[in-house]
């Protein structure tokens, strides 16, 4: 019974009601496309199906990236990584913050959990540090930062969400675009950076290069779609099955980011990625996520076809 209830549309519907300063995005562009759906509405990529492919500007991408402060100041084999990402659909860059930066970030998050101005979620995450502390909200919100995010994702990027990690998440395989979805696809970019050295025993991340021009998996490909009042029954163990079965398909290769202290990695929002395991659980895996949306796109969550809650704290 309780399943059946948490399956009821409308009583996320109801909860957005209230929320209308954080989701009200979203009614602009479904004016634009001509979707009569309300700011507190569910949404998911069904809305979109028979809507016409979106027309690309075809921006010169090398030369945008090229004249970008951040560019200018990075190594070769850093501006060589953003250079392909869009046939490898990751970036990476080393040392982008600096030890005395990464050391503050870390002592920052310690002072936040010990003032209990943050929490541990259920999956031992802190989730929104940003809008507890200042240097986060800084460090996301780097304006040289962002003019880059903005030329991969061809929009407007703007950060949506941080998640804080003292162990690694050891998370299957997934692509983001199943959790965190947009309208235009792909107006997406997640941010991981070490806030320690990472190595085989302390979890580190994985991701499948090329894998996001595959096609985006999501509710209609593992029947969980639903139907007008009921989310669909299907559980994540069951996408999870899916994404891992296409890798096998694919062939794909993981690659282990064995990152130090300060690296900074970008992936494309349909790029395949998780967590190793965590084999030392007498080390910690700090890091922090940070994600971004195109402020121009449709921001929901598939899964739970619910708008995408968009905050402005700084």
């Not at 602009?28 to 027309?55: A, E, Q, T």
Request: net charge neutral.
């Amino acid at each position: 019974m309780l399943d059946t209830i948490r399956r009821i549309k409308g009583i996320y519907s109801i909860y957005n009601l209230f929320h209308k300063r954080e989701l009200v995005h979203n009614e602009r562009i479904y004016r634009k496309l001509g979707i009569h759906k309300r700011y507190y509405s569910s949404v998911s990529s069904r809305d979109f199906r028979n809507l016409p492919i979106p027309k690309s500007d075809s921006p010169d991408f090398e030369k945008q990236l090229k004249a970008s402060l951040l560019f200018s100041k990075l190594d070769t084999a850093a501006r060589d990584s953003l250079l392909d990402f869009p046939s490898q659909g990751f970036s990476v860059i080393r040392n982008y913050l600096s030890g005395g930066m990464v050391d503050a970030v870390n002592a920052e998050v310690e002072n936040l959990i010990i003032s209990k101005s943050v929490r541990f979620n259920k999956a031992n995450k802190i989730m929104f540090g940003i809008h507890a502390s200042k240097l986060l909200w800084e460090i996301g919100n780097d304006e040289e930062l962002k003019q880059v995010l903005s030329i991969l994702m061809s929009g407007n990027a703007t950060l949506f969400q941080s998640i804080n990690f003292l162990m690694g998440s050891e998370q299957a395989t997934h692509s983001d675009s199943i959790h965190m979805t947009t309208y235009p696809e792909g107006g997406l970019l997640g941010v991981w950076i070490a806030l320690e050295d990472i190595t085989d025993e302390n979890g580190p991340l994985h991701y499948y290069p090329g894998s996001h021009l595959l096609p985006y998996y999501l509710n209609a490909d593992y029947e969980n779609e639903g139907n007008r009042f009921l989310l669909g029954n299907k559980s994540y163990a069951e996408y999870e099955e899916m994404i891992a079965e296409k890798i096998k398909q694919k062939g794909l290769e993981k690659i282990k980011f064995l990152a130090q202290k300060g690296d900074l990695l970008i992936w494309h929002a349909n790029l395949f990625h998780g967590g190793e395991p965590h084999l030392d659980k007498t080390k910690t895996r700090k890091s922090m996520v940070l994600h971004y949306f195109n402020e121009d796109a449709i921001c929901y969550h598939e899964i739970t076809q619910r708008p995408a809650l968009l905050k402005n704290f700084g």
